[in-house]
């Protein structure tokens, strides 16, 4: 299996065995019954193991790894995937993170994880910067791309090699970028984490988050923390993830042709006062984009005339693109990161990352796209 959209209709794709079903079903179920004291089939109690997770821990393992062993762990949320990582550090240990990232992962870092003595430092991470930011007591080098919401495309590879110099574990929120975009594993991830709410389901439905890793020794202990900890995901939400994986690849086809034409046209419109899109020359990390991604993904931050009036206005007016948090979805949303996504980073940190009161995010939809760009036009006209 070598094309990304056979891999996303096959991976982990097994008939049910007792009854033949083609798809793996919801097992609503919290206990397993054993034949004898501690005799059973594998399944004990379903925080440690249910069929319908192990089936999208499967898939999206051979989504993020299909030529070396990889193991898939789902949770309830992106949020407590990215929990779960913080919970595998020690009080006294350092995080290194890029600056651009998304606000619930600073909120963690910043408000919960420093109380159990976790420090993190946020950095613009150009390559060849890591040596004067690492510390002894540095262990995660955590890395966002593209980011959110100004869409910086770090350049892992070389980010990663600097970090193993170091010791460092290497995690890469690809939320942005699917298996489909981009492969961190093949750039020297140790752990890649998804929020699955977002493309990998696809159709703003279901929260739930990911983690990914090859290295055994760090799956034991995520699988350990999986089931200390609990954050897991229930099974009809795991079938739903799995349902919008299945057709992830198509998704992602219409999303980054869309946006990319959509950027291009944004590009010469008078109103559009600064845009951010990896595809387009004018972005500032386009190069590496077009060295480490197959194509640019669906999402395009922008700021209109008239700064936060001005993306106010802009919002109110349009007709297809509904205003909301989240992204990924089929429909096109619109999103204000300073008052809605990143509102929890404090006000100097969003400026410090290249944030502003005017910018707005768009996540663009499968929509037939010049609806869209007639959306888009109209509502800029008025401004
Ligand atoms: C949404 C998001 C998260 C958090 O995921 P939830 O499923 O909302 O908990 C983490 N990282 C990125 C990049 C996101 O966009």
Not at 113 to 130: N, Q
Not at 158 to 174: C, F, N, P, R
Not at 191 to 219: F, M, N, P, R, W
């Amino acid at each position: 299996m070598t094309g990304d959209s056979t891999r996303c209709v096959h991976s982990s794709l097994d008939p049910e065995v007792t009854t033949g079903s083609v798809h793996t079903p919801i097992f609503q179920t919290s206990t397993y019954v054993q034949n004898d004291f501690a005799d059973h089939l594998g399944y004990e109690y379903a925080r440690g193991d249910n069929p319908t997770r192990n089936a999208l821990q499967r898939a999206l393992a051979e989504m993020e790894s299909p030529h070396q062993e990889a193991y898939g762990f789902c949770f309830a949320s992106g949020m407590a995937a990215i929990t779960t990582i913080s919970q595998m550090l020690e009080q006294g240990d350092h995080v290194i993170a890029c600056d651009d990232l998304y606000g619930g992962t600073v909120r963690l870092f910043d408000q919960i994880a420093s109380r159990f003595g976790i420090e993190t430092s946020y950095s613009p991470l150009k390559s060849g910067d890591l040596g004067n930011i690492v510390r002894d007591n540095s262990k995660i080098l955590w890395l966002e791309s593209p980011t959110n919401p100004l869409l910086t495309v770090h350049d892992i590879k070389s980010l990663a090699a600097e970090a193993k110099e170091h010791g460092l574990i290497v995690v890469v929120d690809s939320t942005f970028a699917t298996p489909i975009l981009q492969r961190p594993f093949e750039l020297g991830a140790d752990i890649i984490v998804h929020s699955t709410t977002k493309y990998i389901g696809g159709h703003s439905d279901v929260i739930g988050g990911c983690l990914i890793t090859q290295s055994k020794e760090l799956a034991e202990k995520i699988s350990f923390l999986q089931n200390a900890v609990g954050a897991v995901p229930a099974p009809m939400d795991c079938f739903l993830i799995l349902r919008g994986l299945r057709t992830l690849a198509l998704r992602m086809n219409r999303h980054c042709e869309s946006a990319m034409t959509l950027a291009e046209r944004l590009q010469d419109n008078d109103k559009v006062t600064r845009l951010f899109y990896p595809g387009l020359k004018s972005h500032p990390t386009h190069e590496i984009a077009q060295r480490q991604m197959n194509a640019f993904g669906g999402i395009i931050s922008l700021e209109v005339k008239g700064g936060e009036a001005g993306a106010r206005k802009f919002a109110a007016q349009l007709k297809l693109f509904a205003t909301a948090e989240s992204l990924g979805g089929i429909e096109s949303l619109i999103n204000h990161p300073w008052t809605m996504t990143h509102a929890a980073i404090p006000e100097k940190q969003r400026y410090d990352a290249g944030m502003t009161p005017g910018l707005i995010r768009l996540s663009v939809g499968i929509e037939d796209m010049e609806d869209l760009w007639n959306d888009l036009v109209n509502a800029l006209e008025t401004l």
